[in-house]
Every structure is written in C-alpha cells, then in structure tokens.
C-alpha cells in the first residue's frame, strides 16, 4: 500500500503543494451525508443498468472493468461540479478561478478485475509542437480529475495506483511484464467519501478486484483556464437550472439547449 498523507479540505495550501509535487492528492471527507449518500445510490443504479446490457461482463475497459462515460444527464453527478471541499483546492493549484467543467464520470470494476496497465490520460489530449521542443509533460497541469471514493478502496476490492512524481515524466511507461513490484504496491486505501485529485498525466491503473462488491469511484473534470477540451453539451438545461450560480459558471460551455 502507498502511504500518502490525507489532507483535510481546509488545509488548501498544503494540498496544492503536495498536487504540484506528486501529480495527485488525497482530500478527507471531501463529501458526506447526505451528497455521499445520493451520488452513492446513483452510481449503484447506473452500474445496474450498464452491467444489464453487458451480461458476459465483457466491460469497456477491460473485462469486469468499466468507464461510467460522462455522466451529467444526471443530477447526482452535476452536483459533483461546485464541492466547497473541493474548488478553494483548484482554485489554488491553478491559482485561478476561471477553470471550467468538461463534464463528470468515473469509472468502476466488479469481482473478477484483474490488473489494469499502468496509464496516463493525458496522451490523448494531442499537443504537439512542430519545432519538437515543448510536449504536454513541460506544461502545468492542463487537466484535473477528482475522483471520489463510493466505497471504502483496500487491497481486495481493486483500488487504484497512483505513481507519485510521473505526471511530469517523459520515460516510457511500463507494461505489466515490465512494472516493478513496487509500482505494483503503489495502491491508495482510503475511506468513502475522500477526493483524489490527479493529474490526469500521472501514471495510474486499477488493481484484482477479489471481493465480492463492485468497487464505483466517480469524478469531475475541469480544464485548465488556458486550455480547453471535451466540452460537449452534456449538462440537461434543466440540471442546469438546479445548480448553484458558481456550478452554472462552471458548466457554461457544456449546458445542452437541445
């Protein structure tokens, strides 16, 4: 197991400062009660519906291992965008408030996993320079995903691993034939409800789940306010009309008028 420090949402300077030197952080009791309990049966019911169109678990991720794709035609996952736990915490890694939502997801795997590949998310983002002097490592961090804990993430159920200090890296990433074991053991064991806010150029991957629950962890997405990507007109005008005015300026590019 990874030992990383978990730090309290109000501790925002200190959580900027480790996001900024390991390419990710944990945030305690980043949401509680009775938001917990809504985005909980949420990802419950939605995990219902994707496996019941899957009935060999095939998966889009790998078998037993899905993406919840982007989530915001519903509400549950909207109200991920403005956490109070969360936002003071970008705002200060990007020291801006001008970022802005690309839309909220997440993804789950079930008993059965097995490891997932080592990754990173941002490769696709496709920044190129033609003098070959500048790649998207070079920048500051043009995407931020927090995900959060649905359930509490151990050894067994398929936690995620996270290698520290890889979202700056321009080494190649190796395969599981070639991965460390360390690497390996780099899994964050945390209670439902903590936030991990990653750079999604950070070298990640899921772990065997070997229990007997599904293992959900949902997210949000925003870009950087220099840089923008997958603004699709995913938020339904009428999500949108729910949310607080800081959300809605949030969502601005991404509300559906359809």
């Not at 995990?47 to 993406?67: F, K, L, M, Q, T």
């Not at 996952?77 to 802005?100: H, K, Q």
């Not at 599981?176 to 150029?201: Q, S, Y």
Request: aromatic residues 8%; negative net charge.
């Amino acid at each position: 197991m990874l030992e990383i420090e978990v730090i309290e949402p109000d501790d925002i300077e200190r959580a900027a400062k480790v996001f900024l030197r390991d390419g990710f952080v944990a945030i305690a009791n980043a949401i509680q009660g009775d938001p917990l309990q809504r985005i909980q049966a949420a990802a419950t019911r939605v995990i219902g519906e994707i496996v019941a169109d899957d009935p060999e678990y095939v998966g889009n991720r790998g078998h037993h291992r899905y993406s919840f794709g982007n989530q915001m035609r519903n509400i549950e996952w909207c109200e991920l965008t403005d956490l109070p736990t969360i936002l003071p915490i970008v705002e200060a890694i990007w020291d801006s408030n001008d970022f802005v939502s690309c839309g909220n997801g997440g993804d789950f795997s079930l008993p059965g996993a097995e490891i997932q590949h080592l990754h990173s998310d941002g490769n696709e983002l496709g920044f190129t320079d033609p003098l070959g002097q500048t790649t998207l490592r070079d920048l500051p961090p043009p995407l931020i995903c927090v995900n959060f804990l649905m359930v509490d993430f151990t050894r067994e159920n398929g936690a995620i691993r996270q290698i520290p200090c890889t979202h700056r890296s321009s080494a190649p990433i190796p395969t599981l034939e070639e991965e460390p074991r360390w690497m390996k053991n780099c899994i964050i064991c945390a209670p439902a409800g903590t936030a991990l806010i990653r750079d999604v150029r950070c070298w990640h991957g899921g772990t065997p789940n070997r229990s007997d629950h599904a293992r959900p962890m949902t997210n949000a997405h925003y870009c950087a306010p220099w840089f923008r990507t997958g603004l699709g007109k995913s938020v339904p005008r009428e999500h949108f009309q729910k949310l607080s005015p800081r959300a809605q300026h949030l969502c601005r590019y991404i509300v559906n008028d359809d």
